[in-house]
């Protein structure tokens, strides 16, 4: 599969949620194997003779049914994680400049983690809101659930105002057994009353990894001429001259994603800042090297 499949807006043009997952899982494995990250493998990457010391659980049975030879299967994955892809489904999202929004780039990334996932025979549920709670599937494991969190996927669409921390609260609360909470959003609330929620995740144990998904534009500001600006969630309206404001605003988005990259360092949260022109194997090398350090 040619990488060319993880970039976002390559991956907008297929058709189907399954195809897109698919395609970026397999371009991203496709690539791991040929890079220095092999150790990553989501699958075994070659057998080898068995050696004495050689976990027995590590035998394929099948190959010595077949040969009447001991093989072990190196790279394999065998940690059972249960795993909750948090989406942000709010209006805020559906900003985008150029081919693909930063709902559409997190869907896809929630996509091909729940591909992932599945594939490693871990349990991963999606919880999709707005400013409540919209869409809830509890985690599973068979590769049937995979059909019915992609069908939710597809068909998901950004709209009201943002409910953030509270909702973070509530997934806290009511996920019980600890598990890997991967939050998609660009945070577009309060920041303080966020921290506090992602404080709470990991006060009850779980481990959090933040995919903070921006647009460039949101982080540059680099309009070239005069235009009214409109909030997508409350309709408020301001005219603005780009290049009147643009030092000041890169400084308080630059100081705003600085506070959130420390505090989640210091709380033990991986965060992981990204746009939607970014290829998509910057998320899911973060989100193995997470599930590495677990197992």
């Known amino acids: 599969m040619s990488e060319r499949l993880l970039d976002a807006a390559t991956v907008a043009r297929l058709t189907g949620m399954d195809v897109r997952a698919r395609a970026v899982v397999e371009g991203f494995v496709a690539g791991l194997h040929k890079s220095p990250y092999k150790g990553f493998s989501v699958e075994f ?3 080898r003779q068995y050696m004495p010391g050689d976990p027995l659980k590590t035998v394929d ?3 010595y049914g077949k040969s009447d030879r001991f093989y072990v299967k190196e790279f394999e994955e065998e940690t059972n994680l249960r795993a909750y892809l948090v989406l942000d489904g709010s209006a805020s999202m559906g900003f985008r400049s150029g081919e693909v929004s930063k709902f559409d780039y997190a869907r896809y990334l929630a996509a091909a983690m729940a591909y992932l996932m599945i594939r490693q025979q871990d349990s991963v549920g999606v919880l999709l809101f707005d400013e409540e709670i919209r869409r809830f599937i509890p985690p599973r494991s068979a590769s049937q659930h995979l059909h019915v969190i992609l069908t939710e ?17 509530r997934l806290a609360d009511r996920v019980k057994r600890r598990g890997l909470v991967i939050l998609m959003s660009d945070l577009f609330d309060e920041q303080e009353d966020v921290i506090k929620a992602l404080r709470h995740f990991r006060h009850k144990r779980n481990e959090v990894v933040v995919f903070h998904v921006l647009d460039r534009v949101e982080r540059e500001f ?3 001429r005069e235009a009214i600006f409109e909030d997508v969630e409350t309709a408020d309206e301001m005219l603005v001259r780009p290049w009147e404001i643009r030092k000041e ?8 994603i600085e506070r959130y990259r420390n505090v989640c360092r210091e709380i033990g949260v991986d965060y992981v800042p990204m746009h939607t022109e970014m290829p998509f194997d910057t998320a899911l090398l973060a989100y193995l090297d997470k599930r590495s350090r677990l197992g």
Request: glycine share 8%; no cysteine.
């Open 222 to 224: 680099d309009f070239p």
């Open 61 to 63: 049975w099948k190959v």
């Open 153 to 169: 996927l597809e068909k998901a669409v950004p709209a009201s105002t943002t409910g953030l921390a509270t909702t973070l609260h």
């Open 45 to 47: 990457a070659e057998h």
């Open 249 to 256: 605003y890169r400084g308080a988005v630059g100081a705003w």
